[in-house]
Nanobody, 127 residues
Framework: QVQLVESGGGSVQAGGSLRLSCAASGSTYVTSSRAWFRQAPGKEREGVAAINRIGLPRYTDSVKGRFTISKDNAKNTLYLQMNSLKPEDTAMYYC?????????????????????WGQGTQVTVSS
């Protein structure tokens, strides 16, 4: 069983920055893909960024150049550095782990490809 706990959310003005963290417990997540998803009210959950077992990242187009995903295997922690935040980034952000392994060059970014989820942390960006 893998448990994921997110932190670092909050309220910022447009153009500001936040760093989300996702602390994990368990033994399988370290070698599998991990990701950040977000869900705004009335919208479907969407993949924001993911990183696979060899450290290859993948981003949704709307955050490229602004967000950076990283992981510290020694600390069992996944991060999402979010810069130049926009009001449309407002959502509940979720950490996910144990993504589908499609090979060393594959980085899963669909909710259905992940087995473990955190409870979420709220990010609110005001204009």
């Amino acid at each position: 069983q893998v448990q994921l706990v997110e932190s670092g959310g909050g309220s910022v003005q447009a153009g500001g920055s936040l760093r989300l963290s996702c602390a994990a417990s368990g033994s399988t997540y370290v070698t599998s893909s991990r990701a950040w998803f977000r869900q705004a009210p009335g919208k479907e959950r969407e993949g924001v960024a993911a990183i696979n077992r060899i450290g290859l990242p993948r981003y949704t187009d709307s955050v490229k150049g602004r967000f950076t995903i990283s992981k510290d295997n020694a600390k069992n922690t996944l991060y999402l550095q979010m810069n130049s935040l926009k009001p449309e980034d407002t959502a509940m952000y979720y950490c996910a782990a144990n993504g589908h392994d499609g090979g060393r060059w594959y980085v899963p970014l669909e909710p259905s490809e992940y087995n473990y989820w955190g409870q979420g942390t709220q990010v609110t960006v005001s204009s």
